[in-house]
């Protein structure tokens, strides 16, 4: 059976329609071993090409529409990216384009215009580290081996693991200061400019918000998680020019990284829908503000597509 088969045999069992949601973040001129989860240029056409093949790809907001008035395709599918990468404008809009594939991305307005987020500081940290060892202990964070890429990988999903979870303003701190002992250079050139954003939303892409510094909103005050979903949603329409109705949460795993309160908020805000990370598809009656989404990875198509079919067929999904 071929995969096209086997793909309309899974995705034709009969149950209520459900809507996938892909995630991505970046998308690479060439693969980069310390990004090993982050496609290629040409691996990210291939896959936009596969999904453009089969399923109906919807812009978020339409899907949620369809969602609200049980109308929803059977294969229904959206794209999404986090956080406002400026490859998202450079690489990953031309393929989008030329597909005529929508999407909707994500940005946390903070990062903006020059800025970096703290894991691309600490990554970029451990590129440039020599030795063999680098000692983060009086960090709270460890001592980590570095001679290789491997270590280098591992030592990176290690600090982050942790570090993500720290106070905005001292993981920043501490971001910058394993840059220094690293001898790592800040990017300036890894985010978006505002006008990139006011050029996606142009394009015809659906511009959502993230935040304003990308924190752990279950780590800091309701207040504050108030100030930083709705003030990085004010930017982003003073960008545009346009109402920005979407949100997704930074990291996004439901009742560890946000709350029900979180959810709440999202609506008392005004946003119509908003997007965690747990894996799931959503269905007609489903919360539109914990809308699961998946993470792809796998390079192969069958690979891929099972396991989208697997994660299309459960029967329910994480909520706060």
Not at 164 to 182: G, L, M, N, S
Not at 218 to 223: M, N, Q, Y
Not at 235 to 264: C, K, M
Not at 295 to 308: H, S, V, Y
Request: proline residues 6%.
């Amino acid at each position: 059976m071929t995969m096209s088969l086997l793909m309309s045999f899974l995705l034709g069992v009969p149950r209520p329609p459900r809507l996938s949601v892909l995630a991505y973040h970046r998308v690479l001129p060439e693969r980069d071993p310390l990004l090993s989860d982050v496609p290629s240029a040409a691996e990210f056409e291939h896959r936009m090409e596969w999904v453009k093949a089969n399923f109906d790809v919807l812009p978020l907001s339409e899907a949620v529409r369809a969602l609200r008035e049980g109308r929803l395709p059977r294969r229904a599918l959206c794209i999404t990216f986090d956080d406002g990468y400026a490859d998202n404008f450079s690489i990953a809009l031309p393929v989008l384009k030329r597909l005529g594939l929508p999407a909707i991305f994500f940005v946390a307005t903070g990062f903006l215009d020059g800025y970096c987020m703290f894991n691309d500081v600490v990554i970029e940290a451990l590129r440039a580290a020599s030795g063999t060892d680098l000692d983060l202990d009086d960090l709270g964070l460890g001592c980590h081996p570095v001679a290789s890429v491997e270590q280098r990988t591992a030592a990176i999903e290690r600090i982050l693991a942790r570090l993500k979870y720290y106070e905005p303003e001292r993981r920043r701190r501490v971001a910058d200061e394993i840059a220094q002992r690293a001898g790592g250079r800040t990017p300036t050139d890894l985010m978006m400019t505002s006008e990139q954003v006011r050029a996606l939303h142009a394009a015809g892409m659906e511009i959502g918000a993230h935040t304003v510094t990308h924190p752990i909103l279950a780590e800091i005050p309701l207040g504050r998680a108030r100030h930083e979903m709705d003030a990085s949603r004010v930017r982003l329409e003073q960008i545009t020019g346009a109402p920005v109705r979407l949100f997704a949460y930074p990291n996004g795993s439901p009742r560890r990284d946000y709350h029900a309160e979180h959810a709440a908020l999202a609506r008392e805000l005004g946003f119509a829908a908003a997007v965690s990370t747990a894996w799931g598809a959503a269905r007609a009656g489903d919360d539109l503000y914990q809308i699961p989404r998946f993470t792809p990875w796998d390079r192969a198509d069958w690979r891929f597509g099972l396991r989208l079919a697997h994660n299309t067929m459960r029967s329910h999904y994480a909520r706060a």
